[in-house]
């Protein structure tokens, strides 16, 4: 563990924090965890859309608020274990989900951290970059997919905003689960190109009005088992309309907007299972349980290293406000990624 010297620079990291005029780039102490905790030398952070909604004061908690240290989602090397933790020793590659991530040192819960797969079989081991993109989608898809969404091999799924590095995974979480249609929608020609190479048998525009006419022609007339929705807002009834009857839509983002129209009737006649999903009112437990069940049906893929998200850009740490800049301009396909060490 680096020196925790009170005259020395050495117990000093820096670290990107959220204050009221945006994200600046300062020196504070390297964290001390607890015996219930691990210390994470950062290599890559990851950004995640939530960080934008953090740094602009929308977002409180232990993850936000000024003078919080930015970011959700990281991969490093363990550095310290807490007396009570199993599982993990000083040296393992990790990657992690929590809180603090923009920053070369950070603490890490074991229920949200997992090993790198070393890959060892495979001859193509898992880059610091590529394990930075997974916690969060993998932990975010899998929950919704399967637990929430009760999702069965054969059915079809349909993921709203698939262009993003969450919506990614989630194509490719329901290919391998079994799914017998995947869909995917983004509102950017460009970015729907690509998403047949991460497992979409269709992918659609939901900025157009009869997006969901195509859903219904793909389906029979009968409308998807479940979709997945990042975007919510003004696609929430065309959502309904393109759901199968006793079908189920996850509302995991709201992109498009916190509050729209919503039909109530259509919501009553197609007897729609609508669930809400979220991690910030979830307690430490229930994370751990969302994280157990993913790694029971991820892990073989895992190991193998085939879950693939584009990295579309990496910035060095110091420049964490361009990159949200960047993510907020929404030109991006994939994940953004800091450059720490």
Not at 140 to 154: E, K, N, S, W, Y
Not at 173 to 202: E, F, P
Request: aromatic share 4%.
């Amino acid at each position: 563990m680096p020196s925790t010297n009170s005259n020395s620079r050495s117990h000093m990291m820096n670290a990107v924090v959220i204050t009221a005029q945006g994200l600046e780039i300062v020196s504070r102490p390297i964290p001390v965890p607890t015996d219930q905790q691990l210390l994470i030398k950062v290599h890559r952070a990851a950004l995640n859309r939530a960080d934008l909604g953090m740094a602009a004061g929308h977002r409180h908690g232990p993850a936000g608020g000024t003078g919080a240290i930015a970011g959700l989602e990281w991969a490093g090397e363990v550095i310290s274990v807490g007396d009570q933790v199993e599982g993990f020793q000083r040296g393992d590659r990790v990657m992690c989900a929590g809180a603090g991530g923009y920053a070369e040192y950070a603490i890490a819960d074991p229920v949200r951290t997992h090993l790198i797969p070393s890959n060892a079989a495979f001859g193509n081991g898992m880059t610091y970059a590529e394990a930075a993109c997974l916690p969060v989608a993998l932990s975010t898809m899998h929950d919704a997919i399967v637990t929430l969404g009760r999702f069965q091999p054969g059915q079809s799924v349909l993921i709203q905003g698939a262009s993003s590095g969450v919506g990614i995974i989630g194509l490719q979480i329901a290919r391998h689960l079994g799914a017998k249609l995947v869909i995917g929608t983004s509102t950017n020609s460009a970015r729907r190109a690509q998403l047949a190479d991460y497992g979409a048998d269709l992918v659609l525009d939901s900025s157009v009005a009869d997006w969901h006419e195509q859903v219904l022609d793909a389906t029979d007339n009968r409308g998807v088992d479940l979709i997945v929705d990042q975007v919510s807002g003004g696609v929430a009834n065309n959502n309904m309309r393109a759901t199968r009857i006793t079908g189920t839509i996850v509302n995991v983002g709201r992109l498009g907007g916190m509050q729209a129209e919503f039909n109530f009737d259509l919501h009553a006649l197609r007897r729609i299972n609508y669930i809400g999903a979220t991690f910030r009112t979830r307690s430490r437990a229930e994370v751990a349980r969302i994280n157990q069940l993913m790694i029971q049906d991820l892990q073989t893929k895992l190991e193998a290293n085939d879950f693939r998200i584009p990295i579309d850009r990496e910035f060095p740490l110091a420049a964490a406000a361009d990159a949200q800049a960047y993510m907020a301009a929404n030109q991006h396909f994939g994940k953004i990624l800091l450059a720490v060490l």
